[in-house]
């Protein structure tokens, strides 16, 4: 078992605030901690939420994500210095970028993008303005300089050093006008990570992302709508189809399995959609065993 530390990272700076920054307490309460053994590392709260667009950037809340992305870099930072592996619980998509601003200080890392949005929307394109739908542009240097160069030090993580797997958006976000991924990004769609085989799409992933030329391990991100909406509805922005939760753990698995993971995020689950806490149960128990398989202990 990994040494696991336990971020709160609660912000809906990129979404709304529908219920979402409920799901680190939602987790928690599902005895994920507990679970996996991990430590509570702090809880870094969001600045207000303002809901109209900035005129300048064209984003909701782009001078309080930057803030809030130097904040959550601190304290993730702080967690990697004791030598321990991050577990960042959101809030909504956004909260991506003060992760891998956590890396970027420290070097070159990968980045595992596990969701079933590619989420690379330029603002023009986004039709609320939300981060959520555009943080792996921004993560990968593209948008308004306040978010796509925190600290100068953008891109925060570099085309080839990031693999997307299964998303299933493509007519959506060719609908909306969504600017296409760059050649050198590693995309694996759901239906070719389902012809490959969920552990084999993941084995291939991980070799992307640790073969010639890559830095010093990857970030994993999940957000949760890259599970099939018939196993997790609690989420804003539905899609059908999706992973199974054993797909899903296969994935996280192999994805751990070796010691090139460098931290962890969730996000999007939104536990008003759960009035019962089933999918939270869910959902904490796929993360804890794929933590206790990870050949780690």
Do not use: K
Request: with cysteine; hydrophobic share 45%.
């Amino acid at each position: 078992m990994r040494n696991v530390a336990i971020i709160e990272a609660p912000s809906v700076l990129g979404l709304r605030p529908t219920g979402v920054e409920d799901l680190p307490a939602a987790l928690l309460r599902a005895g994920l901690a507990e679970g996996i053994d991990a430590v509570p590392a702090g809880r870094v709260e969001p600045p207000p939420y303002a809901p109209e667009r900035d005129p300048q950037t064209g984003v909701l809340n782009p001078g309080n994500i930057a803030a809030y992305s130097t904040a959550l870099a601190d304290t993730v930072g702080g967690v990697l210095d004791d030598g321990r592996f991050p577990l960042v619980l959101g809030g909504d998509c956004s909260v991506l970028l003060g992760n891998l601003l956590a890396l970027r200080r420290r070097g070159r890392h990968g980045l595992l993008f596990l969701d079933g949005h590619t989420d690379f929307y330029q603002p023009s394109a986004e039709p609320a303005g939300e981060v959520a739908s555009m943080e792996l542009a921004f993560a990968t240097g593209r948008g308004p300089r306040l978010l796509a160069d925190l600290e100068g030090r953008g891109p925060l993580v570099r085309d080839e050093d990031v693999v997307v797997l299964g998303f299933r958006d493509a007519e959506e976000s060719a609908a909306y006008g969504m600017q296409p991924l760059p050649s050198a990004l590693h995309a694996l769609e759901l239906d070719f990570v389902r012809a490959l085989g969920a552990g084999e799409a993941a084995r291939r992933a991980v070799g992307l992302l640790t073969g010639d030329g890559a830095g010093g391990g990857y970030w994993i991100h999940l957000d949760v709508d890259v599970l099939d909406d018939t196993v997790m509805p609690a989420v804003d922005y539905r899609l059908p189809d999706g992973l199974t939760w054993q797909e899903l753990e296969t994935v996280l698995r192999t994805a751990l399995s070796g010691g090139d993971a460098v931290g962890l995020d969730v996000a999007i689950f939104n536990p008003r959609l759960d009035p019962d806490g089933a999918i939270a149960q869910r959902l904490s128990d796929c993360l804890v065993r794929a933590f206790d398989r990870d050949g780690q202990g």
